[in-house]
Nanobody
Framework: QVQLVESGGGLVRPGGSLRLSCAAS????????IGWFRQAPGKEREGVST????????YYADSVKGRFTISRLNAENTVYLQMNNLEPEDTAVYYC????????????????????WGQGTQVTVSS
């Protein structure tokens, strides 16, 4: 059974850092793209960052470039999102998602491209 479990969210002051984890079970991330998405109250879900675990290419939304870093640890079948210099606008529920990579072109930061989703973890940036 495919399962994604996010952790690492919390309350942090502006300028602070958090590291989110997405632990995968039921499949090997090596053959998947794993994306991080977020949804703030009253807003649509938006793509934050994706790693294609087949070739390790990474993709970022403009709003987080230079502040967030996505990475993976193969042995743990886990993908991380390191978030630095957090801003109040980063406040949202963060979700990780997975899709099997078939080699075709994908819109890597589009939610509809992903088949499996975690339950989300809350990130609140506030002073």
């Amino acid at each position: 059974q495919v399962q994604l479990v996010e952790s690492g969210g919390g309350l942090v002051r502006p300028g602070g850092s958090l590291r989110l984890s997405c632990a995968a079970s039921g499949f090997r991330v090596d053959y998947y793209a794993i994306g991080w998405f977020r949804q703030a109250p009253g807003k649509e879900r938006e793509g934050v960052s994706t790693i294609n675990c087949v070739d390790n290419r990474t993709y970022y939304a403009d709003s987080v470039k230079g502040r967030f870093t996505i990475s993976r640890l193969n042995a743990e079948n886990t993908v991380y999102l390191q978030m630095n210099n957090l801003e109040p606008e980063d406040t949202a529920v963060y979700y990780c998602a997975a899709r099997y990579y078939t080699g075709r072109y994908y819109r890597w930061l589009a939610a509809y491209e992903y088949d499996y989703w975690g339950q989300g973890t809350q990130v609140t940036v506030s002073s």
